[in-house]
């Protein structure tokens, strides 16, 4: 199919973003990648794009002619270089072959097209820096040095050639699926890592929403007026580090630092101990941007940012949703929410789901992912105050249970997994008109205290070390994906404490819920698995799931969801 419009290095963080706004706009679009291009297929089908109007083809910038097809691209009017090589300590060959000789073959290729209405080159906003007319490799590193060039190179080229040439340069584009760069301080600051600042209280590093910047890309051909220029893309409104550090911090329910290192300190400590690439502290500066020329575009194109706090948080949620790249964020509505006095992680409907759900330790909410997307209807779940990537608890685990699910505004099924089971069977004991049924599975009060995380004293620092290979042998599961990302929590300050305090606390809990199961009005199922059988006889239904053991949800959820369902429509037709 004859394309109009070509994205170069469409696989990318923002070429897949441009692709998507460009259909959106009814253009027929060949996505240039450097592969087979399926992942670039599958993710735009989880995006529930129409691509009929899409044509993948192979290209490789480093080559002239980019190794295009010699046909089918002779009525492209408009091309997208969003190619780059991003990453810091990379060889300076490796980034010239990309960020200067690809620029400079693009511009080439696109010269020779009969019909080409626009180039449009994405460059960087350091570009406006004081000595970004002469990079140095050596000084700057590979990456920054090598765009500079390349920015140099393809606007010389570009008058050499009479080609009409937009050039955008955005700072830091956040959005799903951007975890490099400022995603790396975000990260450290999660994790409890994050000591100090790096510089002093004025450090600006300016972001600009991802949705926004595509949409500003689209623009730039369709206005004669922005041929030969030139764009600083940034959010203005971008609060210095410290304070956007502090937003983020407020937001995930981390504590942020106080303190700072001078840069040129930095500059000298090794890097095992600053956990920085060196190439990054040149985006450590107090500088700012001559952005009116964007803002007067983008208001001609009726175009408007997002507010920055907002756009912030959500990109921070995405960081924390996929584990800073490590596993894909589930498909469910999720965030870091206010609940009580805690800041939690919650995936779901928070109005009116059918199920909520409650993890046991030392796992998360997303241990019900597999069921959730098996039941077929509308789900909710968190993870527990102070476990998993919600906060540490301010309130008990009862009281948030209460202010989590007040809410809700009819009466789901209510299910828990083992140290949840208890929270959960008081929150009907309490609250009987909210509650359609009650599941309990492989409650833990039923259950003998035979963990080694019950009996080791060495429980918390094994916990620390765990890897994901490691965990699944104690706790009797495949290893798999979704381990990677309760291993990664365990390892954040305290958690490892909280959850084998947690899990000895409850054993002493047991005579009061075994009494208190048997007063409760909600309707009750047991479900557990052969291997893990009860050790308490309790004279209420109980489902056992064969050669499933603690956590049937993670190894049997299909066996599980079909047994929910049912609960499901035994609750609605009482």
Request: net charge neutral.
């Given at each position: 199919m004859p394309a109009n419009s070509v994205v170069l290095g469409a696989g990318g963080f923002i070429g897949r973003s441009l692709v998507v706004e460009l259909l959106r706009r009814g253009q027929e679009v060949a996505a240039a990648v450097h592969g087979s291009g399926d992942r670039l297929t599958r993710w735009l089908a989880e995006q529930q794009v129409d691509t009929g109007r899409l044509t993948v083809v192979h290209a490789d910038i480093t080559r002239p002619g980019l190794g295009l097809p010699e046909r089918g691209l002779e009525d492209v009017r408009d091309v997208y270089n969003t190619a780059a090589r991003f990453a810091f300590g990379i060889d300076p060959a490796e980034a010239r072959a990309v960020n200067v000789d690809g620029a400079a073959h693009v511009i080439e290729w696109a010269a020779a097209l009969p019909h080409l209405r626009r180039v449009v080159h994405i460059s960087g906003y350091r570009m406006a820096a004081a000595d970004a007319d002469s990079p140095d490799y050596r000084r700057d590193g590979a990456y920054e040095a090598s765009k500079r060039?390349?920015?140099?190179?393809?606007?010389?080229?570009?008058?050499?050639?009479?080609?009409?040439?937009?050039?955008?340069?955005?700072?830091?584009?956040?959005?799903?699926?951007?975890?490099?760069?400022?995603?790396?301080?975000?990260?450290?600051?999660?994790?409890?890592?994050?000591?100090?600042?790096p510089g002093g209280p004025d450090i600006f590093l300016p972001v600009v929403e991802l949705t926004y910047f595509v949409r500003f890309l689209a623009s730039l051909p369709e206005h004669p007026a922005s041929a030969d220029s030139t764009y600083w893309v940034l959010d203005d409104t971008t609060p210095p580090l410290p304070e956007l550090v502090s937003l983020l911090a407020g937001h995930m329910g981390v504590r942020a630092p106080r303190r700072f290192v001078p840069i040129p300190l930095l500059k000298r400590l090794p890097r095992a101990l600053t956990q920085a690439d060196p190439e990054t502290l040149s985006f450590l500066s107090t500088d700012r941007y001559d952005t009116s020329p964007a803002r007067e575009f983008a208001r001609s194109c009726g175009l408007e940012m997002p507010p920055v706090g907002e756009a912030l948080r959500e990109w921070a949620d995405?960081?924390?949703?996929?584990?800073?790249?490590?596993?894909?964020?589930?498909?469910?509505?999720?965030?870091?929410?206010?609940?009580?006095?805690?800041?939690?992680?919650?995936?779901?409907?928070?109005?009116?789901?059918?199920?909520?759900?409650?993890?046991?330790?030392?796992?998360?909410?997303?241990?019900?992912?597999?069921?959730?997307?098996?039941?077929?209807?509308?789900?909710?779940?968190?993870?527990?105050?102070?476990?998993?990537?919600?906060?540490?608890?301010?309130?008990?685990?009862?009281?948030?249970?209460?202010a989590f699910l007040a809410p809700l505004g009819n009466r789901p099924v209510l299910v828990a997994?083992?140290?949840?089971?208890?929270?959960?069977?008081?929150?009907?004991l309490r609250y009987p008109e909210r509650v359609g049924a009650l599941v309990l599975v492989s409650p833990a009060f039923l259950q003998p205290p035979s963990s080694w995380l019950m009996r080791s004293p060495l429980a918390v620092p094994a916990l620390r070390r765990m890897t994901a290979e490691r965990l699944a042998g104690s706790l009797g599961l495949p290893h798999d994906g979704y381990l990677e990302g309760p291993v990664a929590d365990l390892r954040r300050s305290g958690a490892a404490v909280r959850v084998v305090a947690a899990l000895r606390s409850a054993y002493g809990q047991r005579g009061a819920l075994l009494s208190a199961l048997q007063r409760v009005e909600v309707p009750v199922e047991l479900v557990v698995g052969e291997r893990d059988p009860l050790a308490e006889p309790t004279g209420l239904p109980v489902t056992e799931i064969a050669s499933a053991g603690h956590y049937p949800q993670l190894t049997h959820p299909g066996e599980v969801a079909r047994h929910l369902v049912t609960v499901r429509e035994r609750a609605a037709a009482r």
């Open positions: 060039e390349g920015d140099a190179t393809a606007r010389a080229r570009a008058r050499e050639l009479g080609v009409p040439l937009s050039v955008a340069n955005p700072s830091t584009v956040i959005g799903p699926g951007q975890y490099v760069g400022l995603a790396d301080l975000v990260g450290e600051l999660w994790r409890g890592r994050l000591a100090a600042l995405d960081l924390v949703a996929a584990r800073f790249g490590r596993v894909r964020p589930p498909g469910a509505p999720y965030g870091f929410q206010q609940v009580g006095k805690d800041r939690t992680w919650v995936v779901g409907d928070r109005q009116r789901p059918d199920y909520v759900f409650l993890h046991g330790l030392p796992i998360d909410a997303d241990s019900w992912s597999e069921v959730t997307a098996r039941v077929d209807a509308p789900s909710l779940a968190a993870d527990l105050p102070g476990f998993g990537r919600s906060a540490p608890s301010r309130q008990s685990h009862d009281d948030w249970l209460a997994h083992s140290y949840s089971c208890g929270p959960a069977l008081r929150y009907a």
